[in-house]
């Protein structure tokens, strides 16, 4: 089965740096747009950074110079790379990707990891 697994977060004070992982497995033929989510509590989920099915990426404009997204395709994992943390920063962190793999119908499924909490102490 496909797995998206994040990393990386944690405690960190503001104005720190942490840089997320997010490892993709498990039967993958192929990943098209996959992206970076956060929800804070009582928030709704909300795009954080995506490299889109052509390969550009989008930000959103709260992080917009300050955390940077990348992948290593041979590797499967995508990366949030984030600086001059804030405390509105806090949330939990999610890896999403639509994957064409073995298991599935043929046609990109979307799959989201299980988060991680990334927490900025003022």
């Known amino acids: 089965q496909v797995q998206l697994v994040e990393s990386g977060g944690g405690l960190v004070q503001s104005g720190g740096s942490l840089r997320l992982s997010c490892a993709a497995s498990g039967g993958i033929i192929s990943i098209y747009a996959a992206g970076w989510y956060r929800q804070a509590p009582g928030k709704q989920r909300e795009l954080v950074a995506a490299?889109?099915?052509?390969?550009?990426?989008n930000y959103a404009d709260f992080v917009k110079g300050r955390f940077t997204i990348s992948r290593d395709n041979t590797k499967k994992t995508m990366y949030l790379q984030m600086n001059s943390l804030k405390p509105d920063d806090t949330a939990v962190y999610y890896c999403n990707a639509d994957i064409v793999s073995r298991y599935g119908l043929g046609s990109p499924e979307e799959y989201w990891g299980q988060g991680t909490q990334v927490t900025v102490s003022s």
């Open positions: 490299f889109t099915r052509g390969g550009s990426t």
